[in-house]
Structures are given as structure tokens and as C-alpha cells.
């Protein structure tokens, strides 16, 4: 596929959690459709005359609910290539259907001879660069979760593999680490498309008790009680480069942003009352660290690290930080300026 959109010059957006499949440091990365999507790339989507969707289910995740192309009849051209005939036109129709693998439909579309005059290069470049602006962060006190990504990407080596579950804590990981070492280490994001919360601490303990490699899990607070209880998993059988990161808010943050989205201000049943993560770790015979600042954050992973044995670290990060681009005050604001709310 990634001779086939070089030769092409065409824009690739991965589908949702599925950031690995393509080199994300190469120049026709326009970045990942999902929740959380670059608005610029999701400008580009609907603006684009030919969407070519190899290989993903266009359901809600991968469609933005459904706005990025319109159903039954996108405005846009679209081929859609698929290992399933059941999804093939299932919600639109297109002006080509293929069902076709991905590991069937690449060499075949790698023959493919491009034009001798690309009018898109551009096009592609514009979008790569939109990509590469997305990575800047607005820095956030006093606890900058970008930061600590930035951290775990320089600190940990090439090829470590990252999980997570559902939430808002998720779009930081997405947004800001680069998945780079799929033709060297193969799948390094092991995620759930269906947004089922407790997926990332059992994925991590897996891969970790599978592959001599470093093992990430970043965990919301509630994803993390959901299946917590597999560290003694993790401990039982020798794990050792694993290291889960438990972003604490106090909250259910994805529920309660949609209730400060829809009824601002009228807040219930989304605010948590958590352990001491960090000791209920030490319970599990996992080393654990605690960080409150930015600061703090990269002494904790070098001894987590060095630690020789699994690994917490717990973050406590402010309730008010929602998402990678907003806070809770900004949405409940916004909502409030709504007649309807």
C-alpha cells in the first residue's frame, strides 16, 4: 500500500486505532479518521472528490457519525475495497465495490500505473503538513499530557508497543505519538474500535507476557478499574517491560463531557471516588510512582524503567482537562450558549 500511494501520491488516513498500519512519519500521512480527527483532515475528507477506503468498515467511528460522507450517496466518489461482502453497500452505495482483502487488494494496486502528471502533489504535501501542525500541543499546567507522551516516545525504545481502552485519555496517545516501526516490528497499537472500556490493561499484560519488547498501557482512571485486576496476571506469569499509565481525573470523562455538551452544568453519576492507584499497584507487586506536574513525570518513568519489574505510574491530572483540544469549562461554556440546552 505504501508503494501504491507513493507512486500515486495519495493522502493516507488510517482508520480508527488502526494509526500503525501505515508509516505515520511519511510524507503522504495526512494522520487518523476517528474520534478526535484533525479538523483540517476532516475538511479534507468531505472536500476530497475520490475517497478510496481500502480495508476498513465505513460504520460510525470511521465515518465521524456518519458526517464525513454522506449516506446512502456520498458527495464524494467512493471505492470501497473489503474482506466482508455483508459491508460492501451495506450504508453507501459506490462507484466501485471490491471485495477484496487487504493483503489481496495492496500487490494489486502496487501495479497500478500512475499518471504522468499528478495534479495533487500538492494536495498530499498541504495535507502531511496539516498532519505534522496537529502535533503541537497548547501546553497545559500543571500537568501536560502531551508532554508525557513526548516522555514515554524518548525515553522508550522503537518498536514498544502501546494499548488502551475507551476515553478521552485515549486522544492524547493518538494525537501525539507516531507510529513508526510497522516494517520493523510490526503491529505496535493494540486498541478496541468498539470502544469497549478495560480492552488496554489484559492487551498489555498479553503482549507483554508474548513479546520481549516494552509494553505501554495509558488507562483512564475508570478504564483502568473496569480490569485492574489483571497486574496479578501480569506479576503471576513474569511480566517485566510492561508499564501502565493510569491518567487520573476524578472522572468519567468521555460521560461527563457529553453531559456538560448536552445539559450543561447538570452533572450526574460521572465522578469517581478512586484508590490510591499507586499502592493498590505496590498490592499487586508492581513498582509504583505517582506525578502531580510535568516535572515530575520524566524522573518517574527512568525509575519505572529501571525498575526490572512491572510498572504503574499514576498521574493525577486536573478534572477540568477533557480532551486534547478542550477543557470542561470550554464545552459547558459553548453549551450554554445554546438556547436548546
Keep these: 500500500l505504501q508503494a501504491f500511494a507513493e507512486a500515486w501520491q495519495l493522502p493516507v ?33 468531505k472536500d476530497a472528490d475520490l475517497i478510496l477506503a481500502i480495508g476498513p468498515r465505513l460504520g460510525e467511528m470511521t465515518t465521524g457519525g456518519y458526517t464525513l460522507l454522506q449516506a446512502p450517496r456520498p458527495a464524494q466518489a467512493l471505492i470501497h475495497i473489503h474482506a466482508g461482502a455483508e459491508e460492501l453497500g451495506r450504508v453507501y452505495t459506490a462507484e466501485l465495490l471490491i471485495n477484496a482483502s487487504m493483503s489481496q487488494a495492496a500487490p494489486e494496486l502496487a501495479l497500478l500505473a500512475p499518471p504522468a502528471d499528478i495534479a495533487w502533489r500538492d494536495w498530499t504535501a498541504a495535507a502531511h503538513a496539516d498532519y505534522q501542525a496537529n502535533l503541537v500541543p497548547t501546553p497545559v499546567a500543571p ?4 508532554e508525557v507522551i513526548h516522555l514515554l516516545d524518548a525515553k ?14 485515549s486522544g492524547w496517545l493518538h494525537r501525539f505519538h507516531r507510529y ?21 490493561v489484559p492487551a498489555a499484560v498479553a503482549a507483554a507476557l508474548l513479546q520481549d519488547r516494552w509494553v505501554v498501557n495509558i488507562a483512564g482512571d475508570g478504564d483502568f478499574l473496569m480490569t485492574g485486576q489483571e497486574l496479578a496476571t501480569a506479576t503471576g506469569y513474569g511480566a517485566s517491560k510492561l508499564l501502565v499509565v493510569v491518567v487520573d481525573n476524578g472522572t468519567y470523562g468521555t460521560i ?9 452544568g447538570r ?10 492507584f499507586a499502592r493498590l499497584a505496590e498490592a499487586y507487586g508492581f513498582a509504583a510512582f505517582k506525578a502531580e506536574s510535568t516535572s515530575e513525570v520524566g524522573p518517574a518513568l527512568d525509575a519505572a524503567i529501571a525498575a526490572g519489574r512491572p510498572a504503574l505510574l499514576h498521574l493525577r491530572l486536573s478534572s477540568d482537562v477533557s480532551t486534547s483540544r478542550s477543557t470542561l469549562t470550554a464545552i459547558r461554556a459553548s453549551a450554554q450558549k445554546n438556547p436548546h440546552a
Aim: charged share 20%; with cysteine; net charge negative.
Design 13 to 45: 488516513g488510517c482508520a480508527f486505532r488502526f494509526q500503525d498500519l501505515f508509516d505515520n512519519a511519511h510524507p503522504n500521512y495526512a494522520g487518523d479518521v476517528g474520534i478526535g480527527i484533525n479538523p483540517k483532515l476532516a475538511a479534507r475528507v
Design 143 to 146: 500537568l501536560d499530557m502531551a
Design 156 to 169: 522508550l525504545p522503537e518498536g514498544t508497543i502501546f494499548t488502551n481502552g475507551a476515553g478521552n485519555y
Design 180 to 200: 513508526t516501526a510497522l516494517h520493523r516490528f510490526g503491529k505496535t497499537q493494540l486498541a478496541p474500535t468498539s470502544g469497549a472500556m478495560g480492552y488496554g
Design 256 to 264: 461527563r463531557m457529553h453531559q456538560e455538551r448536552e445539559y450543561p
Design 267 to 276: 452533572v450526574s453519576g460521572s465522578d469517581l471516588f478512586n484508590p490510591d
